[in-house]
């Protein structure tokens, strides 16, 4: 993108309200450097990053003295973390076996890893999920209740290091729409855990995410949100450049904020134009602060 565009997207994003809408992007969706996506993210005045991926590895598989070196080149750039994005319950619900049991202290160490990078980058709140589906696997009454005691127990560890957790809705996993994100709301009670909502990820699982799935939402538990857009083609969901989609991304912005939503938002574009990552990013951004303009 031409340097005079990209002068004139920095000044339009300085315009707009980002106290009121805390716009941020995953900083491996910019590239895996952490310096390289700081300096992205504030040559466009973005104060917020999601963290996931840095300079390669997930962040939980970082050693600490990275994950250091990662704070710093933020805090240089005025960048703050808004959300430590884990693998936390990303696998198959582990049977109620031995070697079950190994799979889920595989999961617990996961979980006490991502509470130290999360108090290193100065984040309360983790991505985290609530199982994927196996192959032919359907979700049950079985299945749901065993996710949410332990999710629960989740719940328990977090509360002692005052960390929250928001649970991502996937497709291929156990919670994939916002109808059913809203019932683990109803069951999981727990005021540490809320929803990651990803409206889009709800689209490609078949629902019509918003204005439907969002409804079943309860809006004092959504702690983070993702925004990108997709649009059906050849009988699947594809992901496109934000305003090249079907997703209503403007009347999702306007729903939250008339429901009281001042928290963080993540452009997570997962489009890759063949001119990569970063150019991809940039057009994605350019099309959500179109959108952002007129919330």
């Keep these: 993108m031409a ?101 889920l202290d595989q999961q617990w160490d996961l979980l006490n890893r991502s509470f130290e990078r999360a108090k290193a980058f100065g984040t309360d709140k983790l991505r985290i999920f609530t199982f994927m589906l196996g192959r032919g696997e359907q979700t049950s009454e079985k299945s749901y209740a065993r996710i949410d005691e ?71 538990r959504v702690f983070h949100v993702h925004l990108r857009d997709y649009r059906h083609q050849d009988g699947k969901v594809v992901w496109t450049a934000v305003g090249d989609g079907e997703f209503d991304n403007l009347g999702q912005i306007r729903a939250l904020r008339a429901d009281g939503y001042r928290s963080t938002f993540t452009l997570e574009t997962h489009w890759r134009d063949p001119k990569g990552k970063m150019y991809s990013t940039q057009t994605s951004l350019k099309g959500l602060l179109k959108v952002v303009e007129q919330v």
Excluded at 45 to 63: D, F, S, V
Excluded at 81 to 87: A, K, L, M, N, Q
């Design 3 to 103: 340097g005079s565009a990209l002068a004139v997207l920095a000044r339009r994003l300085r315009a707009l309200p980002l106290d009121e809408i805390k716009l941020g992007i995953t900083t491996d969706e910019i590239d895996d450097d952490v310096s390289t996506a700081a300096r992205f993210l504030k040559q466009y005045g973005l104060k917020w990053a999601e963290i996931r991926n840095i300079w390669g590895p997930y962040n939980t598989e970082q050693p600490m003295d990275k994950i250091r070196e990662a704070r710093s080149i933020l805090d240089a750039n005025g960048i703050s973390v808004s959300i430590e994005g884990t693998g936390f319950f990303k696998v198959p619900l582990p049977p109620e076996t031995p070697e079950g049991q190994k799979r």
């Design 150 to 220: 332990l999710l629960r127990e989740a719940a328990r560890r977090a509360r002692t290091g005052g960390f929250r957790l928001a649970v991502e809705n996937i497709g291929g996993g156990h919670v994939a729409t916002g109808a059913q994100a809203g019932a683990l709301l109803k069951r999981v009670k727990e005021d540490n855990v809320g929803i990651n909502w990803d409206p889009n990820n709800a689209g490609e699982s078949g629902e019509q995410a918003f204005p439907d799935g969002y409804r079943h939402l309860d809006p004092a």
